[in-house]
């Protein structure tokens, strides 16, 4: 029995690969639906012009739609995770941490909002990508928090923080966690100003 061994550039490499082959599929599906629509733009027609199979294109994306938002499904990264669970401190600004780095690992948002404002028939992958990426975040506060309407409240938060930054439309070339954590403050001193 011959055992292969992966050297670490072959692994490097290959992840190189993936990450091309998913822009590529991304940006073609991205470029063809703003230029003709949902209803218009195929699989094969993406498939072509990307040079992909469709097997390839299902390999990477669900569905077109999912291809022009560059949505593959929430997950988050294992070391993310890992470094949640052990931190200590504030739940919030921990989240704030998680999210913002996914966020600075995903799409353009920028990108992604004149899409779905030049094409709304997008919003039901959008809202669905937002409502899996909700859960999926509330599944990892709840390891951290008392209880589940804590860390759902926590999530809530951070989340509302980042609508907001993404409403503002920040300039700022900050890290989106820095962004989301001096949000949250905002927030939260409007909260302790109206209680007072």
């Given at each position: 029995?011959?055992?292969?061994?992966?050297?670490?550039?072959?692994?490097?490499?290959?992840?190189?690969?993936?990450?091309?082959?998913?822009?590529?599929?991304?940006?073609?599906?991205?470029?063809?639906?703003?230029?003709?629509?949902?209803?218009?733009?195929?699989?094969?027609?993406?498939?072509?012009?990307?040079?992909?199979?469709?097997?390839?294109?299902?390999?990477?994306?669900?569905?077109?739609?999912?291809?022009a938002l560059?949505?593959?499904?929430?997950?988050?990264d294992p070391?993310?995770?890992?470094?949640?669970?052990s931190a200590?401190?504030?739940?919030?600004?921990?989240?704030?941490?998680?999210?913002?780095?996914?966020?600075?690992?995903?799409?353009?948002?920028?990108?992604?909002?004149?899409?779905?404002?030049?094409?709304?028939?997008?919003?039901?992958?959008?809202?669905?990508?937002?409502?899996?990426?909700?859960?999926?975040?509330?599944?990892?506060?709840?390891?951290?928090?008392?209880?589940?309407?804590?860390?759902?409240?926590?999530?809530?938060?951070?989340?509302?923080?980042?609508?907001?930054?993404?409403?503002?439309?920040?300039?700022?070339?900050?890290?989106?966690?820095?962004?989301?954590?001096?949000?949250?403050?905002?927030?939260?001193?409007?909260?302790?100003?109206?209680?007072?």
């Amino acid at each position: 029995m011959t055992i292969l061994e992966t050297s670490p550039e072959a692994v490097g490499l290959r992840e190189r690969k993936k990450q091309q082959t998913r822009s590529t599929i991304h940006e073609t599906a991205f470029r063809l639906i703003d230029e003709q629509g949902l209803d218009a733009t195929t699989v094969d027609q993406i498939c072509h012009e990307a040079d992909v199979s469709s097997r390839t294109f299902f390999n990477y994306f669900p569905s077109k739609a999912a291809a022009a938002l560059r949505f593959q499904g929430a997950s988050i990264d294992p070391d993310v995770e890992e470094a949640f669970l052990s931190a200590r401190g504030s739940l919030v600004l921990a989240l704030c941490d998680v999210i913002g780095g996914s966020a600075e690992r995903g799409p353009n948002v920028t990108r992604v909002k004149q899409l779905l404002a030049h094409r709304p028939e997008l919003l039901t992958t959008a809202t669905q990508m937002m409502v899996e990426a909700r859960e999926m975040f509330i599944d990892l506060a709840v390891q951290r928090a008392k209880d589940r309407e804590q860390a759902e409240l926590a999530v809530g938060l951070v989340l509302a923080a980042f609508n907001m930054t993404l409403r503002d439309g920040s300039n700022s070339d900050a890290p989106i966690a820095e962004q989301l954590k001096a949000t949250v403050h905002r927030l939260l001193a409007v909260g302790d100003a109206e209680l007072t």
